[in-house]
């Protein structure tokens, strides 16, 4: 018998915002901050004093680390050499993926280990990428393939990271425990985003008071899990329904609005901008509006 494999579909966003390479010299201090996405950093030289919450520890060349959304964490050049860094900050709204980065505050990878799985290749290939878009003379066409690059190396860079988190202990990758989800929270967490996924017009006043609870520990516990409000889980939610049918249907704009529970094509069309950066007509192939219109 022929086997059969299919996957589902795909239609999930990395966001990248910030990709930078430097360096910094001694007595150099960046205070204690955090931010809705996830950060990125390989040490390139030096080394330096790094705080992710409660947690400080030595960052040396040739280190990795992945710090999750919304940790507070500090970084302390106390040395006497300057501290050489690639640094990128992103986002993906897949909410398996998220919910996977999610579950330590930090992983670092030491250099030893990074040495040994692909994370040098991922980040020679973004580098020079970086690299391209110095010049001047770069044209529109080697821009895109760059920026291709550094997206691919990057989900290649996450890639191992997930693949470490699983390899080691917990605590060795930056877990702190008494803040993770207990078993009967992560359960609520699913129960709610099962309401979130199936019950699209339910309010989440509405998917808390079914699951006997307040909408602030709704919002809590989903949070602890998932890594994003609920509110901001039914956003991407959406933001990937309505992707998938600019792509993949011919419906109009209104149709479109009204399928996925705007009041107008103007109020859709303001909101798939603001997710974006662009409005949905962009986002649909060219073929498609000119199916459209005929």
């Known amino acids: 018998m022929d086997l059969q494999y299919s996957l ?3 239609t999930s966003t990395l966001q990248i915002i910030g990709c930078h390479m430097g360096s910094f010299p001694p007595g150099w201090s960046f205070p204690r901050h955090h931010h809705n996405l996830f950060e ?3 040490c390139t030289s030096g080394q330096i004093r790094q705080t992710v919450g409660k947690q400080s520890f030595a960052f040396r060349a040739g280190d990795w680390l992945l710090i999750k959304s919304g940790i507070v964490h500090a970084s302390d050049n106390s040395s006497e050499e300057h501290y050489g860094f690639f640094n990128l900050h992103f986002d993906l709204d897949d909410p398996i993926i998220r919910e996977r980065l999610c579950r330590e505050d ?5 250099e030893e280990e990074a040495a040994e799985c692909a ?5 020679k290939a973004i580098e020079h990428a970086l690299l391209q878009f110095s010049r001047n003379d770069i044209d529109h066409a080697d821009k895109a393939m760059n ?4 997206q691919a190396h990057t989900l290649g860079t996450i890639t191992e990271f997930m693949r470490y988190g699983e390899q080691v202990p917990s605590a060795e990758s930056g877990n702190r ?4 989800a207990t078993v009967s929270e992560t359960e609520l967490a699913h129960a709610i985003e099962d309401q979130l996924r199936n019950a699209a017009h339910r309010s989440i006043n509405e998917i808390a008071a079914s699951l006997g609870m307040s909408r602030g520990r709704c919002t809590s516990i989903f949070s602890k899990v998932y890594g994003q409000s609920p509110r901001q889980y039914r956003s991407s939610l959406i933001l990937n329904q309505a992707k998938h049918l600019l792509v993949h249907s011919t419906h109009t704009m209104e149709e479109l609005a009204e399928q996925l529970g705007f ?10 901008r603001r997710w974006t950066g662009m409005p949905p007509s962009a986002f649909r192939p060219k073929f498609m509006s000119s199916q459209q219109k005929g």
């Open 147 to 150: 920026r291709l690059v550094i």
């Open 40 to 42: 990125l950093l390989y």
């Open 119 to 123: 994370l040098p290749v991922h980040f």
């Open 8 to 10: 589902p579909d795909i």
């Open 263 to 272: 009041q107008s094509a103007s109020h859709f069309s303001r909101q798939f």
């Open 106 to 110: 930090y992983v670092m990878i030491p």
């Open 177 to 180: 425990g008494p803040n993770l």
